[in-house]
């Protein structure tokens, strides 16, 4: 089955700053790959999706890029703010409606 | 709010005993999942359901069962309960071959 690696496990930034968060996959049938973000305590939040026939997906302050020949793919967050401070999640999938398999989180944390 | 919800918000029970969580999709989204959310191991799938049918299994335990009703709200029923059973419980929802949407869980304890 699918395994999803996602690195680093947390990241501690400057207000302003970018910050970039990594996940590798295993199974060449993905191509839907979503990114979550968990406030404590709250559910997780759908922030940009990506799916196989795009190589990056912009939405404000937010990007994902994907590299399906290297089977990996990226959060980047511009311009970082304290309420950007989360936990965030990659997950991959063969179709937008299957199932998720989920990366093992990143705990971003932004200093103002 | 994602338009899903998940009753109860919390639930506290003994070792041995079952409980049922529940779930309401968002208005009009056919697919309910399930994923258990504990420290040790992270978001997993346990199980989706399509318009009433099971669609997907992932690692859900033997003790573990749900349904779709045809209302399309979900019930997760877990029984012989375990400490190591204690995890946040969410359900999601999706219209077909769309992004999910995810409730805001159910916190099971089990003491």
């Known amino acids: 089955g699918e395994n999803v690696e996602q690195h680093p496990s947390t990241l501690s930034v400057q207000e302003g700053d970018s910050a970039v968060i990594k996940c590798t996959y295993s199974?060449?049938?993905?191509?839907?790959f979503p990114w979550y973000k968990q406030e404590l305590g709250k559910r997780p939040q759908l922030i940009i999706d990506?799916?196989?026939?795009?190589g990056e997906k912009k939405d404000q302050r937010i990007a994902v890029t994907l590299n399906k020949t290297a089977k990996h793919f990226s959060l980047h967050i511009t311009e970082t703010q304290p309420e950007d401070s989360a936990v965030y999640f990659c997950?991959?999938?063969?179709?937008?409606?299957?199932?998720?398999?989920f990366g093992g989180g990143t705990r971003l944390m932004v200093k103002p | 709010d994602s338009g899903v919800t998940q009753t109860p918000k919390h639930l506290i029970t003994a070792t041995g005993q079952r409980v049922t969580l529940r779930c309401s999709p968002r208005?009009?989204?056919?697919?309910v999942y399930w994923y258990q959310q504990s420290l040790d191991q992270g978001l997993q799938f346990l199980i989706q359901?399509?318009?009433?049918?099971?669609?997907a299994k992932g690692n859900i335990l033997e003790r573990f069962s749900a349904q779709q009703f045809p209302d399309l709200h979900s019930e997760l029923n877990l029984s012989s309960l375990e400490l190591g059973d204690s995890a946040l419980y969410f359900c999601?929802?999706?219209?077909?071959?769309?992004?999910?949407?995810f409730g805001p869980g159910t916190r099971l304890t089990v003491t």
């Open positions: 999601a929802s999706s219209p077909s071959g769309s992004e999910q949407y």
């Open positions: 208005s009009g989204d056919l697919s």
């Open positions: 199974d060449s049938a993905s191509n839907y």
């Open positions: 990506i799916r196989s026939n795009v």
């Open positions: 997950a991959a999938s063969h179709n937008a409606g299957n199932m998720l398999t």
């Open positions: 359901y399509y318009n009433g049918e099971e669609r």
